[in-house]
């Protein structure tokens, strides 16, 4: 083979300062292509409601060029609802693809692996345990705190039970599908004994909605979100070599323990800051990594990609669940009607490569 087909055969690099990455140009295609499906997905959701906006009124009012009357329409009423979803959606979609990749299993989610569900157990407490010190917290500290404190402990509780001299994949997954039959099961026990009241505000919270989201809410989920996607990003370049086994991440001098935990710690929050802004929404933690990596021919799931494809998917969902279905929905329904197939596709895809 002579020099000019092995130069074919290498993946052009790009260098920009001491950063070096390698230019792949169908990856930054669909990455383009699913900012742009997301962007639009977005104005069409604040543009559906009572009083209908066309999007080029929406994509005015957005720049600033707007009339008064959709300036109000759109910023104080319909805005926190999209936004919610934007945000939500990118920090399930990240959470996820950390989540899968630190595993190097599919599987691998949020849902899977008890977070959701010690968030949902702490808020559900919060919720249905009336007076006391647990009503103190809750008007003090907030809902959306105590569930992203609740995923961060459960989060922390299956690495350390999961934790071997390192971090096995399939042990990760079984561990968190046992601790979240835990947390499901003191859900129920705490629905079961609570005052009907209670329960009502508990099951709508459970089920996953964006209905009635406030800016203070939203603020708190946006800079939350950031923040953590921040961390991840400086991470994120030592993510790669995790894939190919602690041995050779070592040769790289990648400190992978540490990665695997700062990594894992940030898709555990970015999980607890969407539980708490909109609910345990199912499924989109799970589904947006594995279309992402399927969609840019990337071999493991792609963090820019998969928090693009999971606001894609939670803003459509919410979508479909206000105007395309006869009575209005909560979107977790319209997510699990989706998450629960392609479940059930990824574990006959895995029967099928065993065999």
């Not at 959470?95 to 157990?121: E, K, V």
């Not at 909605?209 to 979100?225: F, I, N, P, Q």
């Not at 602690?246 to 990648?254: K, P, Q």
């Not at 105007?323 to 895995?350: E, K, N, Q, S």
Request: charge should be positive; include cysteine.
């Amino acid at each position: 083979m002579n020099e000019t087909a092995v130069r074919r055969t290498v993946t052009p690099g790009v260098r920009i300062g001491r950063a070096s990455f390698v230019w792949r140009p169908w990856m930054v295609f669909v990455t383009l292509l699913l900012a742009a499906a997301a962007f639009l997905v977005f104005c069409r959701s604040i543009a559906v409601g009572d009083f209908p906006i066309g999007l080029p009124r929406v994509i005015a009012t957005l720049v600033g060029r707007g009339e008064r009357v959709d300036e109000f329409v759109i910023m104080d009423l319909r805005m926190p609802r999209a936004l919610a979803g934007l945000v939500v959606g990118v920090a399930l979609g990240v959470s996820g693809a950390l989540t899968q990749s630190i595993a190097r299993n599919p599987l691998a989610s949020p849902d899977i692996l008890g977070i959701t569900g010690g968030a949902s157990a702490v808020a559900v407490f919060l919720v249905t345990v009336s007076g006391g010190a647990a009503a103190a917290i809750a008007d003090s500290v907030g809902l959306s705190a105590a569930a992203l404190a609740g995923g961060l402990g459960t989060g922390l509780l299956v690495y350390f039970l999961a934790w071997r001299r390192g971090i096995n994949g399939l042990r990760l997954i079984l561990i968190g599908i046992s601790v979240s039959a835990v947390t499901q099961a003191l859900t129920i026990w705490l629905l079961a004994t609570a005052d009907l009241r209670d329960v009502a505000r508990a099951q709508a919270w459970l089920v996953g909605s964006l209905d009635d989201r406030s800016w203070g809410e939203v603020r708190v989920a946006l800079w939350c979100a950031l923040a953590l996607i921040a961390v991840v990003s400086c991470v994120a370049f030592h993510l790669r070599p995790l894939h190919f086994g602690d041995e050779v991440a070592t040769g790289l001098g990648v400190r992978h323990s540490m990665v695997r935990a700062v990594l894992l710690l940030c898709a555990v929050l970015l999980a607890g800051v969407a539980v708490g802004a909109a609910g345990p929404v199912p499924f989109v933690a799970l589904v947006a990594p594995q279309v992402a990596m399927r969609l840019t021919r990337y071999p493991t799931p792609p963090l820019v990609a998969s928090g693009l494809v999971g606001a894609l998917l939670l803003i459509g969902a919410d979508l479909v669940a206000r105007t395309a279905l006869p009575l209005a929905l909560p979107v977790g329904v319209v997510t699990a009607a989706i998450g629960g197939p392609f479940l059930v596709y990824l574990l006959v895809r895995a029967n099928l490569k065993k065999s």
